[in-house]
């Protein structure tokens, strides 16, 4: 089993936390979107979305986040003899919170000069590799065209308006229900769980935790609470707890740099 994915995106986090507590076995791929890995023809002919993360067990391949957590726990009953699945109730949270789109949101807490900068290069590398795999093009253009509409899009106030509200009431309902439970449903961790960790990680990684977590007390004690997983610190921790986080953004940002000057798209 191959998992294609990245320790910055927030899907790919939800489907670690799934594999790592389910205890199934993976060979991990990193492919970096933000220096544009995703579209190496490689990897965009096995997924044109250019979206991670891709789950490949054989010939199966899975784009959908939930839809990979789910056929994950199926696998772990033979892998692991893990017989434990996902009830009506934990799937209804994890659609609820999958519901909830980053990308804007994510963009917007972006400074500006760093996004530009970032999708500059990306539209380069686009541009790129439509040109040697020209049977893509279509496909390539299509990428091109979206990361065009998204720079408009992030002009609209009433689109980011709205993904914020989107998480805010979100984050208002998982409150209420932690005032009767340790995790989402229940006392035990499930994969709504592990389908929310990486929301609340992704606003402590835009400096966001005072303004959302740290404000609502049982959300504020959750994370505190599943920051001392294992599974937490292999998938998310690992990567940017402390001055980890640094060192991840500034590699990153470095071989972005140094790519940009050579004209290495």
């Known amino acids: 089993m191959q998992l294609y994915h990245h320790p910055c995106s927030l899907n790919s986090q939800k489907v670690r936390l799934a594999l790592e507590e389910k205890g199934v076995d993976y060979t ?27 789950f490949k067990n054989g010939s199966h391949i899975i784009f959908d986040t939930i839809e990979t957590i789910l056929y994950i726990e199926r696998i772990a009953v033979v892998s692991v003899g893990n017989d434990s699945f996902s009830n009506q109730e934990v799937i209804e949270w994890m659609q609820k919170i999958q519901q909830w789109n980053p990308k804007y949101f994510t963009l917007l807490h972006i400074p500006d000069k760093h996004r530009l900068y970032v999708s500059k290069f990306i539209r380069k590398v686009v541009i790129a590799r439509m040109a040697e795999s020209p049977d893509l093009a279509s496909a390539y253009h299509s990428k091109l065209r979206e990361a065009y509409e998204t720079e408009e899009k992030l002009k609209n106030a009433d689109l980011v308006k709205r993904s914020t509200e989107s998480l805010v009431q979100l984050l208002d309902e998982v409150e209420t229900k932690l005032n009767d439970t340790t995790y989402i449903v229940g006392d035990e961790f499930t994969m709504a769980d592990a389908t929310f960790v990486p929301v609340l990680a992704r606003l402590v990684l835009l400096g966001l935790e005072d303004e959302y977590i740290s404000c609502r007390p049982n959300i504020a004690d959750y994370w505190g609470l599943v920051q001392q997983r294992p599974t937490y610190k292999k998938v998310i921790g690992k990567y940017f707890n402390g001055w980890r986080k640094k060192k991840t953004l500034i590699k990153t940002w470095c071989s972005l740099h140094i790519r940009n000057l050579l004209k290495r798209y």
């Open 28 to 54: 991990s791929f990193h492919v970096n979107p933000i220096l544009g890995k995703n579209m190496d023809s490689s990897f965009f002919r096995m997924n044109t979305s250019a979206k991670l993360p891709v």
